[in-house]
């Protein structure tokens, strides 16, 4: 391993930390190595939603997507 880290953990988190490594059988820094990562993977950034096609295309207006003049008789 490439580094020692000590931490400090108050009694209810030990009791957890002996509970998890006596169900995987694991070693008490496995099991913290391996909390780390699944902590990493759900507060992974998530990549911003986008609408499709929103701009792909130059129509020369720089404001056609959230001027709502544009769109006046769009659809009839």
């Known amino acids: ?5 000590q931490a400090r953990i ?3 988190t030990e ?3 002996r509970a998890l490594a006596r169900r995987t059988g694991w070693s008490d820094s ?5 909390g ?3 902590l990493g993977v759900l507060l992974a950034p ?4 986008r609408i499709v096609g929103i701009g792909r295309f130059r129509s020369g207006v720089a ?3 959230s001027n709502r003049r544009h769109l ?3 659809g009839r």
Not at 1 to 5: A, E, F, N, V, Y
């Open 46 to 49: 998530t990549k911003r939603r």
């Open 36 to 38: 780390i990562k699944a």
């Open 63 to 65: 404001d056609l997507a």
């Open 15 to 17: 009791r957890l930390l």
């Open 72 to 74: 006046r008789g769009f």
């Open 10 to 12: 108050d009694p209810h």
């Open 30 to 34: 496995k099991v913290i190595r391996e």
């Open 1 to 5: 391993m490439s580094k020692l880290i």
